[in-house]
């Protein structure tokens, strides 16, 4: 007879003999089902042999469109053009830290008033108004090939990067996006007029020159980006919109980037120095989109402004009160010459630095 430890090493044997051999069964199983089952398909999923190809292609085409679906929920929040410009720099991937430096067209434009126009309106009836305000503006931007860059509260800023064209293509496109929004506008107000709601009004500013497209953010939140002194002097024009009381202001350099193929109606509206700019530019109204009457009513005054503003500069007041008087007297609506004859009467009671160069610093 055996003992009790003789006994206790021939269980452990067996129960090793038996566990060797359901080992082995169950990798041969193992074996003899990837041989069965066949390739393996996207998305690491495996379709046995019995599966028609009719089903294997409806299944290829769910992927595909949910593909085609997330491409253009993604094309929302990252504009294909930013994709499309890091594509023509050599970069086929959006990727964090990417910057790229550019001449394009900038267009900044925002609502005239909104602050107090917001504070009358329930939360979702403010969201419903914008909304339905920004999907008109949209469309004049995208078929004068621009992109919107980014909504900032009620303000748009876009960018016009006509692809394969010449800084006149991108400077022409800006600026008949711009009537094109003004048109846009006059739509949109006769739609609230009918429904009862009070017209707005809008402020465009544009300019032409150097900016750094890129992307910034973090590993888990990455966002695209333009950035630069034209970038800034865009805004800055837009914001001086309602000072002027004009619709639509551009910088000299979108009209000499354009040149005189373009017909287009403008007049000299100062000679300014914008926050974060030393440098000062000289700043024109757009004209085309209003009426005949008030298009000759504005340029008839555009001598007199002119002289003005060099009396300005040499500091000569009583002659630049001479000329911008008179301009006013030619059309005592226009508010520019008013503007410009209290500026002058401000200026000449103030002390200027030795070298004041005549150009009106702005906020």
Not at 100 to 113: N, P, Q, T
Request: aromatic letters at 8%; charged letters at 25%; glycine letters at 8%.
């Amino acid at each position: 007879m055996l003992d009790g430890i003789g006994l206790l090493l021939i269980l452990l044997v067996l129960a090793c003999l038996y566990g060797m051999v359901v080992t082995f069964l169950y990798l041969r199983e193992r074996q003899q089902s990837s041989i069965t089952e066949g390739p393996a398909v996207s998305g690491g999923l495996q379709l046995p042999v019995s599966v028609s190809e009719a089903e294997k292609q409806r299944r290829f085409q769910e992927r595909a469109d949910e593909a085609m679906r997330l491409s253009q929920t993604f094309q929302k929040f990252v504009p294909r053009q930013f994709v499309e410009h890091f594509a023509k720099h050599g970069s086929d991937t959006l990727e964090l830290g990417r910057a790229d430096e550019d001449d394009v067209a900038i267009l900044f434009c925002d609502i005239r008033g909104f602050t107090g126009l917001s504070e009358r309106m329930r939360p979702q009836e403010l969201m419903n108004f914008l909304n339905s305000y920004f999907l008109r503006m949209n469309a004049p931007i995208h078929q004068n090939r621009g992109f919107i860059d980014k909504f900032i509260g009620d303000a748009i800023m876009a960018l016009f990067d006509h692809p394969g064209g010449t800084h006149k293509d991108k400077a022409t496109d800006a600026l008949q996006a711009a009537l094109d929004l003004r048109k846009a506008l006059d739509i949109y107000n006769e739609h609230r007029r009918n429904s009862g709601y009070k017209a707005i009004n809008i402020g465009i500013g544009v300019h032409f020159g150097p900016v750094i497209i890129g992307t910034v953010g973090s590993d888990d939140r990455m966002d695209t980006t333009v950035i630069g002194d034209s970038v800034n002097i865009a805004y800055r024009l837009e914001a001086l919109a309602p000072k002027y009381s004009a619709d639509i202001i551009v910088s000299a350099k979108v009209l000499e980037t354009i040149g005189n193929d373009f017909d287009v109606q403008t007049r000299l509206l100062d000679w300014v120095r914008v926050k974060g700019r030393q440098a000062p530019i000289e700043i024109y109204e757009i004209l085309s989109h209003l009426s005949e009457q008030e298009q000759q009513m504005r340029q008839a005054v555009e001598p007199d402004i002119r002289a003005g503003l060099d009396c300005r500069r040499n500091q000569d007041w009583d002659g630049a009160i001479e000329f911008f008087e008179r301009a006013l007297s030619q059309n005592p609506q226009d508010p520019l010459p008013q503007h410009h004859l209290q500026v002058c009467r401000n200026l000449r009671d103030t002390a200027l630095d030795a070298n004041w160069d005549g150009a009106l610093r702005t906020l």
